[in-house]
């Protein structure tokens, strides 16, 4: 079974542009290393919690937006990996500046539990 890593950004509005270039640079490497999709999701309606919510998880400001954001690997091993191939691969020392705080990030792998598609 498949195996998803996810990821969640607080990042500045005014860095959209900057942000999806460099999720595309990342995406073709991610590709060379075994994922099977990626998706890059700009948050148009992420609603404030009472208890807790999305922008707080990444304490974004008024002037930022989330980004949720997830990686599918054919299985943990091609994501252990893959993983471990993207973050020794040369080409990421090309991008010297990110568009966002990468302190901020929320991030996990997930085993799927359900897996529905309508058919």
Known sequence: MSYIDGFIIA????????YRAVAEK???IFF????LR???NWGDDVPDGKVTD??????ATPEETVVFSW???????????????FMEDP????????????????FGGFA???DVTRG
Request: glycine share 6%; no cysteine; proline share 7%.
């Open 11 to 18: 990042v500045p509005t005014a860095n959209k542009e900057a």
């Open 112 to 114: 799927p539990l359900l």
């Open 32 to 35: 060379d290393h075994g994922a």
């Open 38 to 40: 990626l998706t890059e």
């Open 91 to 106: 080409r990421l020392k090309e991008t010297t500046e990110m568009p966002f705080d990468g302190q901020r990030m929320i």
């Open 71 to 85: 990686i599918e690997w054919p299985s943990r091993e091609a994501r252990d990996a893959g993983m471990k191939a």
């Open 26 to 28: 990342a995406a073709a």
């Open 54 to 59: 999305f922008r707080m998880a990444v304490k």
